[in-house]
């Protein structure tokens, strides 16, 4: 697919393919200066460089084909055999060896020796590692996401035989030895009501043997997935469902009891195999305490969904300098459409949600590693954050997405380009891990049962104290207000006012982000994002609920 380009300045369709998307980001590097320790910082340039070589060259010319030519399910070989394999396109299997193994994606935060650092990399780390290689190729950040967050999943509840068993293998850079993830809850009558789960568990001797349907299997060709089922002597409810972990290959090396029965023909994500799965007898193993399904699987959800957050915030990055370069290089009317006053307000109203989300991500992400350490207040905020970017960037994703599309004109609507394959993905994040809904109650959830809302405005307020600026007493002043509504609000189940929440809570808190960043001498700029978020995205919400007053 390659091709030799002419100059995008001379061009009057201004082509980016080839454009390093590290180095046109303008803030990245400052912000990781921030965020990261100098000396990872300086080992992770080089290979920030050249992802963001490769994400705007080779892997967008790879995804772009991967995109057009799905993965197709074979169930019987030529000679009348079952096999029940997913013949996935070369273009994605490269791009596996790519994010799994060079760039260790899956297993950086798990394992020393990703990219040549001596101890597992920060979570701002691998996240941001992520939010590179994902404005490139959007249906493998799936299986890196879930495979991640298996691991994770395991290593806390599995016993040490499991752990043992797996752990190297999830783990593993070698594209000869590394075992993908996948998580399988979905079924027809449970979606979002993981209490209407079906699926039965037998005891089989040392292991369980899994029956049901499961309806919507992402990676359907992982090598292991976890899988809740309901024990057969279990109560009904959410009592009554366990975790399991299912390999897709039995101890004694034959196929695991299970078809895959049909691939789902997608919007987006097309480049990787979501499928239809019948579990028949599947051997599996019994991870944690058995009816504690939910809560322990919750954990690899509230971790996914940090990832769908920053893989929305990427969505929007590459949108977003998808347009700058095209308003740069574009004339109309004898100017560059940059120049042009209604275009620079377009790109405005796409840099924030924009910012937000990367901003918002790293401190999530910050948290995590704290709360992986056992700091219980960190585990607090991760909860809270978690289901808050979730909610708000996956739904701004839609629509900065959608604005890349327009600043392009009529090539943003032809496949060919990148901008329609943005706008399919973007569509995917408020549906993946939970619907803007769920989540938005799940932020209840999270105030009431976890006190977490608590623990959110202490680290507001924390980041607040080490500012001197004239805009830190405004936002103290919009954060006790947000608090209090937020807290009524959830305490007294006014369930029709949660989406409202979880707004101003995303917003207010990329407001103080912003602020406690632009402290710093490179990043200056930034309080201007907070005065942008207050008056356009913050304040408008709060006039609306009556909890500021009109002027």
């Excluded at 992986?372 to 978690?386: F, N, P, S």
Aim: glycine residues 8%.
């Amino acid at each position: 697919m390659s091709h030799t380009q002419p100059d995008a300045v001379l061009d009057p369709i201004p082509d980016s393919l080839g454009q390093n998307l590290y180095v046109a980001d303008a803030d990245l590097h400052a912000l990781l200066a921030l965020y990261l320790d100098a000396a990872l910082l300086t080992h992770l340039t080089p290979h920030l460089h050249r992802l963001g070589e490769l994400a705007g060259g080779k892997f967008e010319e790879l995804a772009s084909i991967a995109d057009k030519k799905p993965p197709e399910l074979v169930v019987r070989t030529r000679q009348g055999h079952d096999c029940n394999e997913i013949v996935k396109n070369p273009a994605y299997i490269e791009l596996e060896k790519w994010a799994f193994s060079t760039f260790g994606l899956a297993a950086s935060s798990h394992v020393p020796g990703v990219l040549g650092w001596h101890a597992p990399l920060p979570a701002v780390a691998k996240y941001t590692l992520f939010y590179l290689f994902s404005q490139a190729e959007f249906g493998l950040t799936c299986p890196v996401n879930m495979t991640d967050s298996l691991t994770r999943t395991l290593k806390k509840y599995g016993n040490p035989e499991l752990v043992e068993r797996f752990f190297s293998r999830l783990t593993s850079l070698d594209v000869d030895t590394y075992f993908q993830g996948a998580m399988f809850m979905t079924e027809q009558g449970a979606g979002s009501d993981i209490a209407q789960t079906v699926t039965v568990a037998r005891r089989s001797g040392a292991h369980w043997a899994l029956h049901g349907d499961k309806w919507f299997c992402s990676n359907a060709s992982a090598d292991l997935a976890m899988v809740l089922a309901r024990a057969d002597d279990a109560p009904q409810g959410m009592a009554g469902v366990s975790l399991f972990l299912m390999p897709r290959v039995k101890a004694d090396g034959t196929a695991n009891h299970y078809r895959i029965v049909r691939l789902k023909d997608k919007m987006g994500t097309r480049s990787m195999a979501s499928g239809e799965i019948r579990l028949e007898g599947a051997e599996a193993y019994l991870v944690g305490q058995e009816g504690k399904g939910f809560q322990q699987m919750a954990e690899m959800v509230n971790s996914s969904r940090l990832s769908n957050g920053v893989r929305s915030g990427a969505l929007m990055r590459r949108a977003l300098t998808e347009a700058r370069f095209v308003t740069t290089h574009r004339h109309a009317f004898g100017k560059r459409l940059a120049d042009l006053p209604l275009m620079r307000r377009q790109l405005e109203k796409m840099t924030l949600p924009t910012e937000q989300a990367r901003s918002f991500g790293f401190q999530a992400a910050q948290a995590l590693q704290k709360s992986d350490a056992g700091d219980e207040q960190a585990r607090k905020l991760v909860r809270i954050m978690t289901p808050l970017i979730k909610f708000r960037a996956c739904r701004d994703a839609r629509q900065v997405t959608g604005d890349a599309m327009e600043v392009r004109g009529g090539c943003g609507y032809i496949e060919e380009w990148t901008e329609p394959r943005l706008v399919r993905e973007a569509h995917l994040g408020s549906i993946w891990e939970g619907t803007s809904n769920i989540v938005a109650l799940d932020v209840y959830r999270a105030i009431v049962r976890e006190n977490a809302l608590e623990a959110y405005g202490a680290h507001l307020r924390g980041l607040l104290a080490s500012t001197s600026s004239a805009l830190t007493y405004l936002l103290s002043s919009r954060l006790a207000t947000v608090l209090d509504y937020a807290e009524r609000s959830a305490m007294q189940r006014k369930d029709e006012e949660a989406r409202e929440v979880a707004s101003v809570l995303y917003h207010i808190g990329s407001a103080v982000i912003f602020l406690w960043e632009s402290g710093q001498p490179d990043l200056n700029h930034r309080a201007n994002y907070v005065r942008d978020v207050v008056a356009h995205r913050l304040d408008p919400r709060l006039r609306r609920l009556g909890l500021l007053a009109e002027g």
